[in-house]
């Protein structure tokens, strides 16, 4: 994990992930400074969700196309709404696509290496 400045990029995940891999290769290989934070451990989520919703919105976050969604009930997918939605991914935190990489002003979900080079390469060679 790379230190800097305390207004850092914050990028949460789970280390294991293939997707989170691919990310923080990508910022390792740009040299940009951020602090990995794992949301599987306490609080984490419960935190920062209700604000990743304001600022993303349920649908973005809520990962329809992992191993964890195909691994729940029938019903406990029906009908997902956002209530629904937040609470899936406070009790499952898998669920939520990865990695969420917050700059403090913009709130990237998920891994584009293009996405990631127009909004965090800035001021850097």
Known sequence: ???GK???LKVYGIKNCDTMKKAIA????HEVIYEFIDYKKAGVVQNHLPDWNRRAG??????????????LSDEERTDVDESRALALMTDYPTLI????????????IGFDDERYAQ??????P
Do not use: F, I
């Open 119 to 124: 909004e965090l390469k800035r001021g850097h």
């Open 26 to 29: 990508w910022l390792d290989a």
């Open 97 to 108: 696509k990865r990695p969420v990489a917050d700059t403090g002003g913009t709130l990237l």
């Open 58 to 71: 349920w649908q973005r976050l809520l990962n329809t196309k992992g191993m964890m969604w195909k691994r």
């Open 6 to 8: 305390q207004d850092m």
């Open 1 to 3: 994990m790379k230190t």
